[in-house]
Every structure is written in structure tokens, then in C-alpha cells.
């Protein structure tokens, strides 16, 4: 009895852990923002000032369906940042280099590492990638550059409805990854329990908004400056939109 309850605490101490780590998690993506395409930093309802994060973007990208690169850039527009869609891109990607955070016993973060926040019960360096699908595809997404994490449908055409199953995967530097966590409604339910990609990188989740849909993926690995974080977090999104029934 003894060692059931002792496995059971274990359990329920992961998922926790899980969870808790979920809820620390800022990302990008792309929504539409007053008829416009906008890239969104934040988690959950959060929608923070993108604009004062725009030095941190390091790559965007427009493909057409067929996977061929177009011009997108981001344009600032008050505290958004909107994409030039005058290409009418299928496919826009962005990457975003967070830096290194540390968070100190007062639960509070610092953009420092751990070599100046000495006193940090945790150090981590984060990247945040997004990748949003506007059309429809000519075939199954390719692993696209400079995305170092990303979660791509396995099949070119996507769910119509709310409910029905999409396959992912998971790919780190271009390779299927197991054990990567992705919540299936990042927007609506940012602290749910995660699925764990499979041995082949893939998870099939049912789509979860007849609107809006924004799948995250988080993969930690190992640090390569132990003096200055534990270990490296990549999160990536993958965005796309159910259309509603005619007006």
C-alpha cells in the first residue's frame, strides 16, 4: 500500500510539474487584429506589447502553398505589428530570441542568467517560434528554415470543423523529436496537461475552435553555459483558422 501511494504521488507530482511549467510559457503567434494579420506575443488571454518585442525578432518568412518563399515583413501599427501581406503569402513564420531569464525565490523573473541572479531557483534561455497558415496547402508542409522547433500537420488539408483530428509532428532542427509537450488550445487553455509527441515526432489532437487555433509545442534541451542557465526552452506555435458558416 505503501509503495502505491508513494508511485500515486509521483504521478500526480509530474503532472504538476507539467502544469506548472506550462503556466511560465510565453509564445507568438499570429492572429488577425482589426482585419489585419498581427504577430501576438503572450500566453493565454495575455495579449502583450508585441512593438516593444520587435527588436527581438530574428527571421520572418512568407511561403506561397507551395512551400516557395514570398516577401512578409512585420510593419509596426500602433502597439501592433502587422505583416505586409501585399504577396499573399500561404504560409508566414517568425522567430523570436528571448534571451535568458531567471527566476529568483520571490517567483519574480529577471532577463539576466544565473551568473548575475545568483540567488535564482531557476535559469532558462527561451526562443519562440510561430508558424500560421492562411490558405490552403498544395502539399504536405516541409520542415520550413529557421525554424529550430516546429509543429507541422502531417497532411496538407486541414480540418474543416471543430472536433475533428489533425495529425502533427514535431520536428527539432528538421528531425521528428519524442517527448515534446504540445496543448492543443493554446489561447483558451494554457495550463492544460500537455500530450508527449511519440517515438516519430507525431500527436493527433482534435481541433479544438471553429475560429482560431493555436497549437504549441515546447522542447527543452540541455544548457551549453550551465554558469548561466539550465537548459535551453524552444516553443513553437503552429496557427490557423476554421472559417464560420456564411453571414
Do not use: C
Not at 113 to 128: A, L, Y
Amino acid at each position: 500500500m505503501k509503495k502505491f501511494v508513494k508511485a500515486a504521488a509521483v504521478t500526480v507530482a509530474a503532472a504538476a510539474a507539467l502544469v506548472s511549467g506550462n503556466a511560465q510559457a510565453h509564445g507568438i503567434w499570429f492572429a488577425q487584429r482589426a482585419t489585419q494579420l498581427a504577430l501576438v506575443y503572450g500566453v493565454g488571454a495575455d495579449d502583450l506589447d508585441a512593438l516593444k518585442r520587435w527588436p527581438l525578432v530574428t527571421h520572418m518568412a512568407g511561403y506561397d502553398a507551395a512551400g516557395k518563399a514570398v516577401s512578409a515583413t512585420l510593419e509596426p501599427e500602433g502597439k501592433l505589428l502587422v505583416v505586409d501581406l501585399q504577396s499573399q503569402p500561404a504560409i508566414v513564420t517568425a522567430v523570436l530570441d528571448n534571451g535568458t531569464w531567471s527566476r529568483t525565490p520571490d517567483g519574480k523573473w529577471h532577463k539576466k542568467g544565473r551568473n548575475e541572479v545568483p540567488d535564482s531557483q531557476m535559469s532558462e534561455k527561451t526562443f519562440k517560434y510561430a508558424v500560421h497558415l492562411r490558405a490552403p496547402l498544395a502539399a504536405p508542409l516541409q520542415p520550413l528554415p529557421e525554424q529550430t522547433l516546429q509543429v507541422l500537420p502531417v497532411e496538407a488539408k486541414l480540418p474543416e470543423q471543430l472536433g475533428q483530428a489533425i495529425k502533427l509532428r514535431v520536428l527539432y532542427q528538421g528531425k521528428p523529436v519524442a517527448g515534446a509537450k504540445v496543448l492543443q488550445d493554446y489561447v483558451n487553455d494554457p495550463d492544460a496537461t500537455p500530450v508527449l509527441s511519440g517515438a516519430d515526432g507525431t500527436v493527433t489532437l482534435k481541433v479544438r475552435n471553429q475560429g482560431l487555433n493555436v497549437i504549441v509545442a515546447m522542447y527543452e534541451v540541455p544548457s551549453e553555459e550551465s554558469a548561466k542557465y539550465d537548459h535551453v526552452e524552444h516553443l513553437a506555435s503552429l496557427s490557423f483558422v476554421l472559417a464560420h458558416k456564411p453571414e
